[in-house]
């Protein structure tokens, strides 16, 4: 079975410019994580996705991020303009949907690193 | 200050040796607690997950416990291996729709041959 997938591996842009990451989760997961971990802190939780539907994303900093799940499948996370603080390794997870108290296993990408100069 | 600290921020041990990793947390309440393993350059693994009823879970060489009442959990690696060097990241989840979580900012763990 493959696991979480995410590109690109590295990104390296300027300030003010797009980016665009992507994930795959692994094939059946509905549920499918955003998270970023800025140089120095812990990672943090930015969104959930349910199939298709956001069910939460509380962690998201502002609105020059949006991120999509097309049919419930894989997701993409846009960062329009990026800004310096935005720099930092995006993990997605996915995991499959249930769980009693929400200890469904997440399994995570390797992460991609963006660099905003 | 962050609502789950971990301790010690790293660790060197001889291989073979046995150690423990701790994590304090102030969330409350809680719904989950989990222990991570991220090898460098890679993404989080999951080791153990225990609810807020359970006080201990194995995998293998690693046991994790949990003192809801005190708000502390341990994980005790046995007889470490080189492979065992790693950030070890502890992870409290709210109750919720989304159960979200807070890390900690991980242990640093080197296992010398």
């Known amino acids: 079975e493959a696991g979480v997938t995410q590109f690109p591996s590295h990104s390296v842009i300027e300030k003010g410019q797009t980016v665009t990451l992507r994930c795959d989760p692994i094939?059946?997961?509905?549920?499918l994580y955003w998270y970023r971990r800025v140089m120095g802190k812990e990672i943090k939780f930015l969104l959930h996705?349910?199939?298709?539907?956001?069910?939460?994303e509380s962690g998201m900093p502002n609105n020059r991020f949006l991120a999509e799940r097309t049919g419930g499948t894989y997701s993409t996370l846009k960062v329009q303009p990026a800004e310096l603080e935005d720099s930092g390794v995006y993990f997605c997870?996915?995991?499959?949907?249930?769980?009693?108290?929400?200890?469904?296993?997440?399994?995570f990408g390797p992460g991609t690193r963006l660099t905003v100069l | 200050k962050n609502q789950v600290e971990q301790s010690p921020q790293s660790l060197i041990i001889l291989e073979g040796k046995n150690c423990t990793l701790q994590?304090?947390?102030?969330?409350?309440?809680?719904?989950?607690l989990r222990w991570y393993k991220q090898d460098t350059g890679r993404g989080p693994v999951s080791l153990t997950i225990?609810?807020?009823?359970?006080n201990t879970k194995s995998n293998g060489r690693y046991t994790a416990t949990l003192d809801a009442d005190t708000k502390q959990s341990s994980l005790h690696i046995t007889a470490s291996q080189l492979s065992d060097s790693a950030s070890y990241i502890c992870?409290?989840?709210?109750?919720?729709?989304?159960?979200?979580?807070?890390f900690g900012r991980g242990t640093s763990l080197i296992v010398h041959p």
């Open positions: 992870v409290v989840s709210f109750p919720g729709g989304s159960y979200i979580p807070t």
């Open positions: 994590c304090n947390y102030t969330v409350s309440p809680f719904s989950n």
């Open positions: 225990m609810t807020f009823s359970e």
């Open positions: 996705f349910v199939k298709e539907s956001k069910q939460d």
């Open positions: 997870a996915s995991s499959r949907l249930g769980g009693l108290l929400g200890t469904d296993t997440q399994y």
């Open positions: 094939s059946g997961h509905d549920n």
